[in-house]
């Protein structure tokens, strides 16, 4: 529910990055969410702090998430994405301060091997995580935010193969 007094429609959108990293193959990291009731696999993502760029925070987030910023840029999206959160976790997730997220996307090249991939890191929000090809993604992801992965598959498409 969102604080009294105030609507959905009230709320901001969280501003952070998404981040759609390919390994040398052309495959794309999704990761399973932690604290989900449903089976939700995501890319990472996470919010932009004060001061930071949008390359900045998704270097921080990689190292955050999956305990590796072992990665360099190839894209940034030019726009925006926003999504909004299903009307029942307004007001629980994001800390209840957000309607939604309003999202850079970058694509990035993992540099690294899989074993410097470790989702244990200090603040774990992945259970399991894997490579797959872009047209697997959109049936793993939450219906809510299916149609930002569909924009930014769109986007980055033609970076899924393998490095050279």
């Known amino acids: 529910m969102p604080r009294p007094g105030s609507s959905h429609d009230d709320l901001p959108y969280r501003p ?4 759609m990293l390919f390994n040398r193959g052309g495959s794309v990291f999704v990761g399973r969410r932690i604290d989900q009731t449903v089976e939700g696999w995501q890319m990472p993502q996470g919010g932009i702090d004060d001061g930071e760029t949008p390359a900045e925070t998704a270097l921080r ?20 994405l926003c999504y909004d959160l299903p009307r029942h ?44 090809s872009l047209d697997d993604l959109p049936g793993l992801i939450v219906p809510f935010k299916r149609d930002t992965y569909k ?7 033609d970076l899924a193969q393998p490095a050279a």
């Not at 952070?16 to 981040?19: D, M, S």
């Open 61 to 80: 987030e990689l190292k955050e998430e999956i305990g590796t910023d072992k990665a360099v840029i190839l894209r940034e999206m030019d726009e925006w």
């Open 89 to 132: 976790l307004v007001g629980v997730a994001l800390h209840g301060r957000f309607r939604g997220q309003r999202q850079k996307w970058l694509a990035m090249r993992f540099t690294g091997r899989d074993g410097d991939i470790d989702i244990r890191t200090q603040h774990p929000e992945f259970a399991a995580w894997k490579w797959l």
């Open 16 to 19: 952070c990055v998404g981040v």
């Open 151 to 157: 924009k930014v598959i769109a986007a980055f498409r």
